[in-house]
């Protein structure tokens, strides 16, 4: 069965400091792996997502992720926040279960940024 | 172009009531599925549907059901309130149901159940 682990509950960075979100999947199959963030009192938003092809992948916002499929590690990066990255970040892995297209999601990173 | 939009923002409800959640995909999409996300946690899979039919369900009891109607849009409704179904229902819409299919997500509804 496919899972998703956040190193980090938690991640305090100081304004225009770099950020790495940590996430790390386990899965038997193809991996399809997503990067959401959640501001307070709101759905999810789309970051960035890896399908296949070049492992360095580019989203909104400046941030970007590193596909690594040795260490099993999908982190999320970025060079310089600003105030108003704080949010919730999920990494979540997408996978078929008896037909059923399934967003795993791991238990979120809250990026506190402080000034 | 309009996302996934979701009705009603916020609901109080209290224990043994039911509740409908409904939720309209983006234009185009014929595949949504329902996520319950409780407080401090990730979202958990409720359900999926994709043209009209249930394409498959995560560990919930039968009191959870949905449908999907002709022009895509869903239900989600739940029987017999417990304190514990209190949590942000999402909403996700994708193109399709293949694997590589993004799901795009709505801003959710707010159930309190007392």
């Known amino acids: 069965a496919q899972s998703v682990t956040q190193l980090d509950s938690q991640v305090p960075v100081f304004e225009e400091a770099p950020v790495e979100l940590r996430c790390n999947y386990s899965?038997?199959?193809?991996?399809?792996l997503f990067w959401y963030v959640q501001y307070p009192n709101q759905g999810l938003q789309l970051l960035l997502k890896?399908?296949?092809?070049?492992?360095l992948v580019k989203g909104i916002n400046g941030f970007e992720a590193e596909f690594n499929k040795s260490q099993t590690s999908f982190h999320l990066r970025k060079p310089s926040v600003h105030i108003s990255d704080t949010a919730e970040y999920f990494c979540?892995?997408?996978?078929?279960?008896?037909?059923?297209?399934?967003?795993?999601f791991g238990q979120g990173t809250r990026l506190t940024i402080n000034p | 172009d309009a996302g996934v939009t979701q009705s009603p923002t916020h609901l109080i409800k209290t224990r043994g009531q039911h509740v409908t959640l409904r939720c309209s995909p983006i234009?185009?999409?014929?595949?949504v599925s329902w996520y319950q996300q409780v407080l401090g946690q990730g979202p958990q899979f409720i359900f999926q549907?994709?043209?009209?039919?249930?394409?498959g369900r995560g560990n919930f009891p039968d009191r959870f059901s949905a449908r999907q109607f002709p022009n895509y849009s869903s239900e989600l409704n739940v029987n017999a309130l417990l304190l514990g179904d209190s949590a942000l229902y999402l909403c996700?819409?994708?193109?399709?149901?293949?694997?590589?299919?993004?799901?795009?997500f709505g801003p959710g509804t707010r159930l309190l159940v007392l």
């Open positions: 234009s185009g999409h014929k595949s």
């Open positions: 899965s038997s199959v193809s991996v399809y």
């Open positions: 996700a819409s994708s193109f399709t149901s293949e694997y590589q299919e993004t799901q795009y």
């Open positions: 979540a892995v997408q996978t078929i279960i008896q037909g059923a297209q399934k967003l795993v």
């Open positions: 890896y399908l296949s092809g070049s492992t």
């Open positions: 549907y994709y043209e009209k039919e249930e394409r």
